[in-house]
C-alpha cells in the first residue's frame, strides 16, 4: 500500500515513489525493459512483461494515481482513447446498452456511433443537465452511464450529482472522463463515480511531450480492465512512463495558475463586442456557473469562443497569435488554440455538430503558463 500524505501538493511528489530508494537515487530509474525474470507467477497476467502492465515503471504511476484519485486501484494506457475504449469493452458485454453524454470529444464520439456496433454495443445519447429525462432512454440491457467532467469543447457541466444518483438507482457503472478537470480541481471517485478517466497527455503530464491514458476505480474492476488491456496491448512504455510521473509532480502547480489565468482570459474576451460567446464555468454568466463553482476547485484551463465572422475571422484571428500555437490538444505548459471542427471534431459529421453547438467558427483555447498578462495583451493585439 503507497504511503499517504494529507495534501494533494505532497502526494503528487511522493506518492507511490519506491521506498527505500533504488540505489539511492532521488528519482526513480528508468527501467527500460520489457521482460522480467520468471519468478513462479501463475496466472498469465501476473507474469512480469511490459504488455501485462507490471513493470516498476508502470506500478510506481498505479500507486500515484490511486492515490490522487482516492481510488482502490489505477491503471495507465498508451492514450486517453486506449483508456476510454478499454474500459468500455472491460466493463460491458455483447448486447449491453449504454447511456452516453451527447456532447463529448469527438474520438470518443467516433468510438461510440461508428465502433460500438461492431461488438454488439448500442448507445444513446442524453443531455446531462436534464436528469428528468434520463429514465425514459433506459432499456433492460442498459449496464453504464458515461459523462465528462467539462464537456470538450463547450465547456458543459452536466448535473454530476445526478448521475451519480441515477447509476445506484438503477445498477448502472457511472463512468467519467475528468481529463478537463483533473484531480486538483474534482476527483470523481470520492465524490461517487465507479471508474474515472484521463488522457493523461493532458494536464497530467503537462508538457505535451507523451501520450498516455489512466483510469482508476475499485481493484476489482481495474483489474477487470488491466486483463483486457493485456489482450488488447494498450500498454505504456518505459520512457513515456517516466515523463508522466515526473510531469505529474508539478500539476497542482501548473492546474492553479491555470485556473486564475483562464478565467482573467475568459473575462477578457467576454467583454469584448467582437466575441459573441465564450464558454467557461468559471463565468457568472454561465448556465451551469453555480454548480461548477459547487462541484470543482477550478474551472481549469480550456475555454472556447466565438468571433463575429464565424470561421473565416476564427482563421485570421488565430493566424495572428504570436503566443498560442495553432495545434490540437490541450492541457500543457504553452497555450494552444484550435478550431474543433478541423481537429477534435472533425470526425463528427458537420450537421451533427451544429445540432450539439459546435459551430465552424467555435475556437477552443488551452491556456498554459504563459504570464496572463502577456497572453492578454496577444488576444487584444489579435482582435485589434
Known sequence: MPETYAHLDTQLVHAGEPLPRIRGAVEMPIFQSATYEYAGEGRYDDVRYLRTNNTP????????????????????????????????????????????????????????????????????????????????????????????????????????????????????????????????????????FDLCLHSASKYLNGHADIVAGAVSGSAALIERIRHQLNLLGGSLDPHAAFLLKRGLKTLALRVRFQNDSTLAVARFLAAQPSVTQVNYPGLERHPQHRRARELFAGCGGVLSFELNGGAAAADAFAARLRIPALAPSLGGVQSLITRPATTSHAGVAPEERRRLGISDGLLRLSVGIEATEDLLADLEQALR
Open 57 to 192: 515503471s508502470q506500478l510506481v504511476l498505479h500507486d500515484k494515481l490511486a492515490v490522487l484519485e482516492g481510488a482502490e486501484a489505477a491503471l495507465v494506457t498508451a492514450s486517453g482513447m486506449a483508456a476510454i475504449s478499454t474500459t468500455l469493452l472491460a466493463v460491458l458485454r455483447p448486447g449491453a446498452h449504454l447511456l452516453a453524454q451527447n456532447c463529448l470529444y469527438g474520438g470518443t464520439h467516433e468510438l461510440l456511433t461508428q465502433e460500438f456496433g461492431k461488438f454488439g454495443l448500442t448507445v444513446d445519447f442524453i443531455d446531462a443537465d436534464r436528469p428528468e429525462s434520463w429514465r425514459a432512454q433506459l432499456k433492460p440491457h442498459t449496464r453504464a452511464i458515461y459523462v465528462e467532467a467539462l464537456t470538450n469543447p463547450l465547456l458543459q457541466v452536466g448535473d454530476l450529482e445526478a448521475v451519480v444518483a441515477f447509476a445506484r438507482a438503477h445498477d448502472l457503472l457511472s463512468i467519467i472522463d475528468n481529463t478537463f478537470a483533473s484531480p486538483v480541481n474534482f476527483r470523481p471517485i470520492p465524490y461517487g
